[in-house]
């Protein structure tokens, strides 16, 4: 694989099969604001899961539509596997899945036929189509509805279909956009529990997501941006080991120690280390969630990528 050299927080050098770095512009739509990713370098390890943490909503969906070929980048460079993404884009698109924020189904056409016209456009041999359709069908236990029509599908059901058909030409990397966002808790649990044996399988993974607890579970690297600028990156749990073992809350009612005679604390709470708590030591303020609220909000989303 060809890709640059990437450092961790401990200042190994990793190497993967996602690079990018330059300083990078990305154009997108006519009208969309221009995202400036400064500086920055990514290296994905082969069949890892990696997220990026970002607190602000547009560098994530745009690095993401880079790397899958969707944008052009104005300068700069990325590789996917060795391809430049725009040099060899279409080598990069034969190597690459991407199930985006807006399902790419057809809600009149039935799970079964969403699979196989995937598979068609994606020019796979007709005769691999319908068995690769039953494999993914079976994998993603939407067998007992594949013959119904999409648009009877739960959300979490659509969203594993989408996923499933991102999948139809055995991509060795595969891109997940908030792939879990809007799903209640039961249907995410599963969704991310597939994406785990997707990893396990050999599949590397890019995952952005709104919600820090999923990239504390489910990302093997986390690399937290911030400004533009990779300032950490290692595994979840050297990061939160970097805090220590513990983290001791006081709660104060009222505001603080101006209204108290004494130091008694209204609460106190001892718990390990988050990647919301990693986020903060870093960057000096909370993630924050789409609608642009911090955590100290009460906003269960976070800005996760």
Known sequence: MNSAENKDSTGQGQKGPLDGKGRDHYRGQPGDRRVHRQDLRRAVEPKYARAYLKF????????????????????????????????????????????????????????????????????????DVMPRAAELLERFELSSAADRPLRTYSGGMQRRLDIAASLMPRPPVLFLDEPTTGLDLPSRNELWEMIRELVSDGTTVLLTTQYLEEADRLATRIAVVDDGKVIANDTPERLKSNLGNTIVEL???????????DLEPDTLTVREPSIDDVFLALTGHRAESQDGRSADDGATKRGAA
């Open 56 to 127: 602000t909503e547009a560098w994530k969906t745009t690095a993401v539509r880079v790397l899958a070929t969707v944008l052009l980048p104005d300068v700069g460079r990325a590789q996917v596997l060795g391809h430049d993404v725009v040099r060899d884009a279409e080598a990069v698109r034969r190597r690459i899945g991407l199930a985006g924020q807006n399902a790419a189904v057809d809600p009149n056409l039935t799970g079964r036929e969403n699979l196989r016209m995937v598979g068609i456009l994606g020019q796979m041999p007709r005769t």
């Open 251 to 261: 709660g104060l009612r009222g505001n603080g120690l101006a209204d108290r005679d």
